[in-house]
Structures are given as structure tokens and as C-alpha cells.
């Protein structure tokens, strides 16, 4: 059921119970969650957090915990599943879902108890949901009776009588017209808006919204920005939004320099580079490592890095500044660093080298834009373990990145820093020998490449988050690899990775990323996934809340591509 | 010399000054009885020589030097298991009234009996507090909120709280609870106190 | 205070004497806390206080289980219970730790003390302490003493335990107007030495010499 006024309806309901609070494993579920839990605290509201990584997960802390917990919140988790299929549970538990993926799915929209969404009022959204007398429909007493009448061998006359017939063929088109409208519902995946940014805004209704909030809302729209979750101008949407928040939540300092402390998380918006982790690197390894930069340079190949130093010199900007760190480079460089790079952009062929983005900034720590929270939080979250380590590891990369989000300054987030430097690292080698040694296969209709498990850093690939970017940033730098004609073909074709996932397993990872051109992010991999390995009766699991990530037998790779090429034909 | 072992005890529990306790030295302290018997037999002859020889003053000054080395043992000895039954005592108020079992094995026999006695002492005066008893082991510090964010550490199974509800305390879940109830829980190091 | 208590729709004790609101007993045992916490000897025990203190936590207790669920101020009821069962808690746990520290000089008080003098232990504060001693002299017995030459088996534990320095520098404030106080008796014999304490002032003092003010509330320990 669809919650209209969530004050009311889901905080108010809560405010006086205990809580359960099952939290998906991306960024933008983190920060959704840290806005919840200030929430709760300053209304006692005893709660309890679980992360949960996929279904099964969903499923067994859901079993652990149901005797305890009559409220369950799920955030970007359960909203794209039959939660009252899946999780059978009893008549006095209640769940309030703020997802970000879609679709939603039809039941648990259209439950009357028991489920409860929380959307954003957006006409868009909910008229693309198809009416509900398209999908159910009550049954007929007459059509009950024609049922069980044909099954009888007896012929009664008015069994052939016009008004049954008519009726016989009515419900035939009408259940055809249903299974259309569900398939072109559920056809494509993709993201709507940001679960921090809902949760941010019931705190505004309920005034209670701090900048703090805001930030963590900030860093979530950021994530689903960053990771191509969503396209420009969604995310040019819910910019605007935030900047009505900001300007609310930080005029004063205009007015007086005295009113705010000094300590104080102070947020601002601008145009920024879209260069990552720039102010935490040297502006040389930044270039390197970010995805428009990269693939606009062809930094893989020596040609690519002699054009990066020209852009440099062209800038005006000594090579030593450059590879130095950031923070030290000379101040008056680093003002005019903006204006510079925008002016000769358009020469070296970088498109779309500004977005607009909001940084914080506390005490007189360096600023930290909204990219950088994202990065490293997402590093955190997939910290790899040595194997002998490894179970109680994971565990606790949860509660890491939660403590990392929880001030602006706090050590965890130089840490992770740090990571996703590393991760960006693997990132662009793994970019670079693939695209030198041309792994990346034209399958027909979509592109395929495969990470084999002697690849250094192989490890990383098994973890959504970092596959995700890779795939983007691969795809991208292909892309530009190829020349005009068979560049043009090329931006509209997906692309499909697999990786190692489990070892001892025998288990690959499998994304599907839907193609450049494509600026709506719908992914069409889901179903096709699903239906491949129907057809060829592969080992699947569809465990990930993203429907585009799979995992299945190392066996059953072959014929599963086999499939999944027909069926995209 | 007299009185060497004694030192060391005393020795032994300088050294264990940060809250620790140390085995009870068994060997040492008989050790140190038997020198005491020895010193007050040869005393008890001296004394006895000197008695029946009025003349003979040479070994007063033994004498006297033994008396005093019995003193000084005696003293040793008793600051020693003084001061081991204040740790215990300690011991009461920080792990409650069932001690973990490498600190049991630290203690002798007459100590452990003594444990109990404390142990029974403090809970009937405790009971005696007020209309319902008060236990004093709790609220050892100024309470600052009624509510606090705590993470758990170990894996503990399910608890139950005070108005009945129960909870699951699995490693690395986070919970928002009461701060009354959490309280014991982190004196005994299964839940940690998140800032 | 009278707030939170007024919710409950209690405000009178009934202790003998005088009719005091929550407030004032809740006052009262502040004083008496902190008294105790900065004096090096052992205090009057105040157990009235506590009694009264504990029956009024219960009964804030049972009217917060009855309030309606939600209200703003069950959570601030709850702070200040918890606050107050602390100064309960640590009030009590002083005292016990100095009943601890010099139970064979206080017993020995207790036994040779005139009827008239009030008595320094609860009922239940003397049989903790009985026990206590009892237990500690038992111990030395049966671990030492008992195996020793027979003239040193004896030990008056009063005489060994170190004594509560009286000697220690504290900190007052003046409530009562006192005049010619002697700071120090022991050396001075012509009593030239005297202090007046005026209402409101600060001193820091000996302890002995104030010691009976402390108790009869006239001045307080900061």
C-alpha cells in the first residue's frame, strides 16, 4: 500500500514500538539509514539494525528476528520483491519499505495491510504503475460456473450460449492484455529516487531536519549519480531539490559571520569537476583515474598520457604541481583550477567535465565534496579480507562504514579514502590490459567480457559495488577506444561481465549494464537473465536486490550466454 | 635473613598493584611459618637459658632480634592477605557475585570461603536497603541519557529486557536500547557503547 | 522536582519531625551525598533520607508505568529517577566503602560509645560491618595466625587498621553563624586561635575541628 503521508502514517505508527531496520548494502542505503536512526534517537524510538546483503539474507534475519519485532523497515531492499510470498509472515507484522529500485513490485504496492511503500509523490512514478482493475479482477460467479461446467462431459445447451461464450472470451483477452501490462512493466529495471533523500524528507516534515541530514541525503543522491544508477537530469532534479534545502538550512552564515561555530558541518553547492577524489590525490593521478578523463584520454595507451601532458601544459600547470598532492599544490593554482580546465576542455574532447555537486566542510579540514563520501564509503563497504579472516571481516565493514558517515571529519572516511584510491588503481590497470589486449567481445547484441582468475586484483570483482564501476568505466573507455563508425554502433550496445565470484564454489558474478547512449539507465538484464537461465536450466541464484546481478555455475556459463544471446536477438 | 621471604610477598604484591591477582603463594607463606616456628623455638630456648643463667645477658640482643623478625613476619604476612582480600572484595563489585574461573583458580581455598561470606554479607544488606533492596553494583556512574546506541560484540542469543520484549544480540548488530538494561552488559564486554 | 513529583501527586513524607515536599528531602540527600563523598570519616548515617527516597522512586516508578505511552515525559521521569537512584547508589556505596576500610575502629566505637551519642551505623550498616570483621578475623585465623607461635596468635584488628585522617584538608561553606571556633585544639592550649564563621563563607580547614558542624548541618563540605 502506498503511504500518503508518512509522518502520520509510518513515523507516527513506529514512534511508540520496538523496530527492526534491515539496511541493503549500497551507499545509498547507509545514508538513508543514519538519517532514520537520528530520527529515532531524538524520539526514543529503540531500534535495531541489520544489514542484509541479498534475499536469502532478507529471508534469514527476517526468520531470526520475527518473534521480537513487529515493525520492520526495509531500506533498498524488498521493494522489488513479492515480500508476502517470500517472507510468509504472520497477520501483526508490518513492513515499511523505502526502496529505490524498480519496479516496485504489483503485490506489494497493492496490499491493503501489512506492506506499506514509501514514494515520492511524483505523477510519473505512480501513473506508470498500471491500475489495479487492470491486474486483479474479481472472479464472476457465471464465469466460476463456465469453469467447472466445461470440465463435465454432460452438454447442456446453454453452455454454447452466446453470453458465456462472449464472456469466455472477454476474460481470455483480458488475462492477455494483463500479461502485456505486466511485462512491460516489469521489462526494464531502474532506479527512482534516492531512499536518503525520502527518508531526508520526512525529517523536514516533521522539522526536524538538520545538515547533518542533509549531507547524508546529499551523499546518497550522489551515490545513485556516481554509480549510474540514474541519469543526468533526474539527478539535475534532485540537485534542485537539495538545493532548496541547503539554502534553507545554511543562509545565515551571509547574514553574520558569528552565527554558526566554527565546528559546525557547513554545506555548499557548485560546479565541480567531475574528477575523483581530486582534493585527497595529486590532480595527475585524479586525471588518470576518473572515468570522463580517462576514456576522454585513452590514458592506457602512451599517446593518451602525452595528450594528458599536454592538457596540463596547456592549462599552464607544471608538471610537478600536478603529481603533487593536492593540498600542497600552490594556492593560486588550485583557485583558478576550475576555469582553466573548463576553457580547454572542449579541445581535448571532455564532455560534461562540470556537474553540479555539493561539498561540506567542518572546522578547517579540507572540504569534502559529495563524490569523495561516496567513494570511500563504498570502499569501505567491500574491504577485502585475507581468507582466514574473512567471515568476521565482513561483518564489520557494515558498522565501519556506518561510523565513517557519522561525522564529516571522521578517521574511518580518510580510510576510505584511501580504499577506493586503491580500488580506482585496480580499476584502471584492469580498464587498461583489457582494452590493450582487446578482450572486449562483440556477442551480437551486446558487448561480453570475462575477468579471469589469474587477473591481479581479482578479488575485487566479485563485489557489486566495484564491479559496477568498473563495468561503467570500461564500457566508456572502450567505447571511446574504437573509431567514429564503429563508435556509433558501439554506444548503443550493453555490456555484460563475468567474474570470479567464489572460488571454492565454482561461482561466477555476472552484470549486465544497460548501454551509454541510453540516458534513462533502464536495464533490461533482469528479465533477461531470468529467462536465459529458464531456458537452459543453469545453476542461477538471483540473490542481489539488483536484478542485474547474478551469479551462477562455472559450468553453466557457456550455454547460459548461448541463451541470453537468442533471446536478446 | 630473617624476614627475607616475607618481603617478597610483600614484593609480590607491589608488583600486582594494577588490579590483578596473582596466585596465592601457598609455598611462601608456609615457608614463612615455619621460619617463625623456628625463630620462637630458638627464642623460647634462649629466653629459657637466660632465665636459669642470670649472668649470661650475651644473647638478649638475639633475643631481641628474633622477637622483632617474628613481628615483622607476622605483620608481612597479615598486610599480604589484608591486601588479597581487598582485591577480591573489588573483584566483587566489578564481576559480580560469580567470579570468572582463572580468577577462582588464583585463590586458596580459605579465601574463596571468605568470597562467599562477603558475597552473602553484601546481598543482605543490599536486600535490606529501602522497601525492595537496592543493588548497589549498579548505576556506578551518573546516568547521561535514558537511551543509548550500543553494538554488539559477541554473539549472545537472545536476552530479555525488562518489560518483557526480547532481543536477539548478534555480532556486529546495532541497537538503540535502553540505557539501564545495557548497562551490564557492557560492564561484562558483550555490548560496546557507540559515540 | 516539585514538578515531577506533583505529576505523581505525592509531595509530603511522613517523617517524624517535620513535613518536608520531595524537594527538600531530595536536597537533603545531595547534602548528605556530598558530605559524605569529601569527609574522611564516617558520617551520620542518613538512612531516613534514603528510606524516604526509595519509597518515592517506587512511587514515580508505578505513575510513570501508568502514564500513557509516548508522552514527552515519561523520558525526562526516567532521567530523573535513574539520576536519582544514583545519588541513592553512591551515597550508600561511600559509606560502605569507608564501613569497609575501618570496621574494626568503628565497631569498637560503637561498643564503647555512650547510649545518648547518636550511632555513626544503620542496624543493617553495624551487622554488615559485625560480619565483615568477623569474616576478615576468621580468615587470618585459619590462614596464619592459628599456625604461629602461640603469643603472637592474637591481633586487636582495631589497633592495626589504619585510623581515618582526621587531619585532612577540606573545603566548607557556612550556613550557620558560629563564633570561636577552635582551628586547633590539640596544640593550642590557650585557645587564642579561634575563627568566626560567617554565613556564606568559604574555608578550608582541618576536618576534627569542624567535624561536629558537619554533622549538625551547620556548615557543608564543597
Known amino acids: 500500500m502506498l503511504i500518503t503521508d508518512p509522518v502520520n502514517d509510518f513515523f ?86 523505502i526502496d529505490s529500485h524498480r519496479p516496485i513490485d504489483l503485490v506489494n504496492f497493492f496490499c491493503e495491510q501489512q506492506i506499506y ?13 498500471p491500475d489495479y482493475d487492470s491486474i486483479y479482477r474479481d472472479y464472476d460467479s457465471d464465469d466460476e460456473d463456465s469453469e467447472n461446467d466445461e470440465t463435465e462431459q454432460v452438454s447442456k445447451r446453454h453452455r454454447f450460449d452466446e453470453a458465456t461464450l462472449e464472456k469466455r472470451r472477454e476474460r481470455k483477452k483480458w488475462e492477455e492484455k494483463r500479461k502485456e501490462i505486466i511485462f512491460d512493466y516489469e521489462e526494464f529495471s531502474f532506479y527512482g529516487p534516492s531512499a536518503a533523500m525520502l527518508v531526508y524528507e520526512l525529517a523536514w516534515k516533521m522539522s526536524k531536519d538538520n545538515n547533518d541530514q542533509l549531507w547524508w541525503a546529499i551523499t546518497g543522491v550522489a551515490d545513485q549519480f556516481q554509480n549510474k544508477k540514474i541519469g543526468r537530469d533526474k539527478y539535475v532534479s534532485s540537485v534542485l531539490e537539495l538545493q532548496g534545502h541547503m539554502s534553507r538550512l545554511n543562509h545565515r552564515d551571509e547574514d553574520d559571520d558569528n552565527t554558526k561555530s566554527v565546528n559546525s558541518v557547513k554545506i555548499s553547492f557548485e560546479h565541480d569537476l567531475d574528477l575523483a577524489l581530486y582534493r585527497h590525490w595529486s590532480l595527475f593521478e585524479s586525471l588518470c583515474h576518473s572515468l570522463p578523463t580517462a576514456s576522454a584520454f585513452k590514458v592506457w595507451t602512451n599517446m593518451g598520457i602525452k595528450r594528458l601532458h599536454q592538457f596540463l601544459a596547456e592549462m599552464g600547470l607544471p608538471l610537478t604541481q600536478c603529481k603533487q598532492n593536492y593540498s600542497f599544490m600552490e594556492t593560486k593554482m588550485r583557485d583558478n583550477l576550475q576555469s582553466l580546465v573548463e576553457e580547454s576542455a572542449e579541445k581535448f574532447g571532455l564532455r560534461n567535465i562540470k556537474y553540479q555537486s555539493f561539498s561540506a566542510q567542518c572546522g578547517y579540514n579540507h572540504r569534502l565534496c559529495a563524490s569523495d563520501a561516496v567513494y570511500s564509503v563504498g570502499a569501505l563497504l567491500e574491504k577485502l579480507y585475507s581468507k582466514d579472516s574473512q567471515a568476521a571481516g565482513e561483518n564489520s565493514n557494515f558498522v565501519d562504514s556506518l561510523d565513517s558517515l557519522s561525522r564529516v571529519t571522521a578517521p574511518k572516511m580518510q580510510d576510505g579514502l584511501e580504499l577506493a584510491k586503491l580500488q580506482l588503481q585496480a580499476i584502471k590497470s584492469s580498464v587498461s590490459s583489457f582494452i590493450d589486449i582487446g578482450q572486449i567481445l562483440s556477442y551480437g547484441p551486446f558487448l561480453y567480457t570475462a575477468v579471469r582468475e589469474g587477473m591481479p586484483d581479482y578479488k575485487y570483482f566479485g563485489k557489486p559495488i566495484f564491479l559496477n564501476l568498473f563495468s561503467h568505466f570500461l564500457l566508456n573507455s572502450y567505447v571511446r577506444s574504437l573509431n567514429k563508425t564503429k563508435r556509433e554502433r558501439a554506444k548503443n550496445l550493453p555490456l555484460v561481465i563475468c567474474a570470479p565470484f567464489n572460488v571454492d564454489d565454482g561461482t561466477t558474478i555476472i552484470i549486465g549494464i544497460p548501454p551509454l547512449a541510453d540516458e534513462s539507465r533502464k536495464n533490461l538484464f533482469g528479465n533477461a537473465f531470468l529467462h536465459a537461465a529458464e531456458r537452459t536450466k543453469s545453476r542461477t541464484s538471483h540473490e542481489s536486490f539488483d536484478s542485474s546481478i547474478i551469479t551462477l555455475k562455472n559450468e553453466d556459463l557457456s550455454k547460459f550466454l548461448d541463451a541470453l544471446i537468442t533471446i536478446m536477438s | 635473613m630473617f624476614g627475607e621471604k616475607a618481603l617478597d610477598l610483600i614484593r609480590e604484591l607491589h608488583r600486582s598493584r594494577d588490579g590483578t591477582l596473582g596466585p596465592y603463594n601457598e609455598d611462601v607463606v608456609r615457608q614463612i611459618l615455619e621460619e617463625m616456628q ?30 622483632d623478625s617474628l613481628q615483622r613476619n607476622k605483620r608481612c604476612l597479615l598486610a599480604y592477605l589484608y591486601n588479597r582480600l581487598m582485591k577480591i572484595r573489588d573483584m566483587r563489585w566489578e564481576f559480580g557475585s560469580v567470579l570468572p574461573p582463572d580468577i577462582r583458580r588464583n585463590m586458596s581455598e580459605r579465601e574463596v570461603q571468605w568470597f562467599s561470606n562477603y558475597n552473602r554479607s553484601l546481598s543482605s544488606y543490599m536486600r535490606s536497603i529501602g522497601p525492595r533492596g537496592l543493588d548497589l553494583t549498579q548505576d556506578l556512574k551518573p546516568p547521561q541519557n535514558v537511551f543509548i546506541e550500543v553494538r554488539c560484540v559477541e554473539d549472545r542469543g537472545e536476552i530479555e529486557l525488562d518489560d518483557g520484549s526480547r532481543i536477539l544480540l548478534k555480532k556486529n548488530s546495532m541497537h538503540f536500547l535502553p540505557r539501564s538494561q545495557c548497562e551490564r552488559l557492557i560492564r561484562q564486554g558483550i555490548l560496546k557503547q557507540v559515540a | ?44 548515617c542518613k538512612s531516613q533520607i534514603v528510606e524516604i527516597m526509595l519509597e518515592q522512586i517506587e512511587e514515580m516508578e508505578a505513575n510513570i508505568q501508568r502514564a500513557q505511552k509516548g ?88 589497633e592495626i587498621t589504619s585510623r581515618p585522617n582526621l587531619d585532612h584538608y577540606v573545603f566548607l561553606r557556612v550556613h550557620q553563624r558560629e563564633e570561636g571556633v577552635i582551628v586547633d ?31 549538625n548541618g551547620a556548615v557543608s563540605l564543597i
Open chain 1, 12 to 97: 507516527n505508527k513506529v514512534k511508540h514500538e520496538r523496530v527492526l531496520v534491515m539496511v541493503a548494502l549500497d551507499v545509498d542505503a547507509l545514508c538513508a539509514c543514519k538519517i532514520l536512526q537520528a530520527l529515532f534517537k531524538c524520539d526514543h524510538v529503540q531500534y535495531t539494525l541489520v544489514p542484509v546483503i541479498n534475499k536469502s539474507q532478507l529471508i534469514k534475519e527476517f526468520e531470526e528476528h520475527k518473534e521480537q519485532y513487529k515493525h520492520i523497515v526495509l531500506l533498498n531492499c524488498g521493494g522489488n520483491i513479492d515480500l508476502l510470498h517470500i517472507l510468509d509472515p504472520s497477520e501483526d507484522i508490518s513492513f515499511y519499505v
Open chain 1, 117 to 129: 511503500m514509501l514514494l515520492k509523490h511524483d505523477e510519473d512514478e505512480i501513473a506508470a504503475i
Open chain 2, 38 to 67: 623456628i625463630l620462637y623455638e630458638a627464642n623460647q630456648e634462649d629466653v629459657a637459658q637466660v632465665v636459669q643463667n642470670d649472668s649470661d645477658q650475651s644473647s638478649l640482643t638475639a633475643i631481641q632480634v628474633r622477637h
Open chain 3, 1 to 44: 522536582m516539585d514538578d515531577l513529583l506533583n505529576v505523581s501527586g505525592v509531595s509530603n513524607d511522613d517523617s517524624d519531625e517535620e513535613h518536608l515536599t520531595a524537594a527538600q528531602v531530595l536536597e537533603k540527600l545531595e547534602q548528605a551525598w556530598m558530605n559524605e563523598r569529601l569527609s574522611p570519616n564516617l558520617m551520620e
Open chain 3, 71 to 158: 508522552d514527552l515525559k515519561i523520558s525526562l521521569h526516567r532521567l530523573e529517577l535513574d539520576r536519582i537512584r544514583y545519588v541513592v547508589s553512591s551515597y550508600l556505596r561511600c559509606r560502605l566503602e569507608k564501613i569497609e576500610k575501618f570496621a574494626p575502629i568503628l565497631l569498637e566505637r560503637e561498643k564503647s560509645k555512650s547510649d545518648d551519642e547518636p550511632s555513626k551505623l544503620s542496624p543493617e550498616e553495624f551487622a554488615f560491618a559485625k560480619e565483615l570483621v568477623g569474616n576478615v578475623d576468621n580468615h587470618f585465623k585459619s590462614s596464619a595466625l592459628k599456625h604461629m607461635p602461640r603469643n603472637l596468635q592474637n591481633i586487636a584488628l582495631h
Open chain 3, 185 to 215: 585544639p590539640e596544640t593550642d592550649d590557650h585557645a587564642e586561635d579561634r575563627v568566626d564563621l560567617e554565613v556564606g563563607a568559604q574555608h578550608l580547614m582541618r576536618y576534627q575541628p569542624i567535624e561536629q558542624l558537619v554533622e
